[in-house]
């Protein structure tokens, strides 16, 4: 039976020859890619994915801080208000129309 240490030696010399052999095989690879590349004219931007839909990433002027929306109802007991956008507080209740906030 093998130690530790003469499997673990085998490993690395395994590991050298993995790493030896896919060199050459991508080598080999890059050449034969190189070699369709030239046979019909393609170059790296070809074979690069081109964005079918949208804008590029990044386009376009930046977006301005978005500013909060006035408040539309007040509620006179606490002073919470609401712009009368997202969900719909409690202390509204069901006649909304007695918590406007009039026009100053």
Do not use: C, H
Request: glycine letters at 10%; hydrophobic letters at 35%; charged letters at 30%.
């Amino acid at each position: 039976m093998a130690t530790y240490k003469q499997l673990m030696a085998q490993k690395e010399a395994i590991e050298a020859q993995l790493a030896e052999a896919r060199a050459t095989e991508v080598a080999g690879v890059i050449d034969k890619i190189r070699s369709l590349m030239a046979e019909f004219g393609l170059t790296a931007e070809d074979i690069e994915g081109k964005r079918r839909r949208g804008r590029p990433a990044g386009s376009g002027a930046p977006k301005a801080d978005k500013q909060p929306l006035p408040p539309k109802y007040r509620d006179p007991k606490t002073g919470k208000t609401w712009s009368g956008r997202g969900r719909t507080p409690a202390w509204l209740g069901k006649n909304p129309n007695r918590y406007l906030i009039g026009e100053e």
